[in-house]
């Protein structure tokens, strides 16, 4: 038994990841403090979900390299920044060290996976 086809971004397993790290991290988020709604709290959230967003943009603009590369480096980026907000919320102490691995780990899977994809993007193309 294969596997199923790639109809749309939500079946790549970069997207299945960095949803369910984006949900995880969502759910942490809930316990920083009060002072932080409008920092930390607002950039990791927004960070964390922008990797699948930019993701979905990318998978709609495969019939343009140029274009489907640019948003992957988005996604590549603001994997790389949720990264630094993770570092930064164990560095306050709002998260300990073992429960921010866990979603440091997924980011740099996901960051393999697109690195994979930027530096062969020819098998992802629409070709007309």
């Given at each position: ?70 948003k992957l ?20 102490d709002y ?19 697109l690195v ?13």
């Open positions: 038994m294969g596997k199923e086809p790639i109809k749309s971004h939500e079946d790549l397993e970069a997207y299945k990841m960095a949803f369910d790290v984006a949900m995880k991290i969502f759910d942490l988020s809930k316990q920083f403090p009060a002072e932080e709604k409008y920092s930390l709290t607002d950039q990791i959230r927004r960070s964390s979900r922008s990797v699948c967003a930019n993701l979905a943009e990318a998978w709609r603009k495969r019939s343009y390299e140029a274009a489907f590369i640019a480096n988005d996604c590549e980026s603001e994997a790389a920044e949720t990264q630094t907000w993770l570092k930064f919320a164990v560095k306050c998260l300990n060290v073992e429960t921010a691995r866990e979603p440091y780990g997924t980011y740099n899977r996901v960051l393999g996976i994979t994809i930027i530096k062969n993007p020819s098998p992802w193309l629409i070709k007309h």
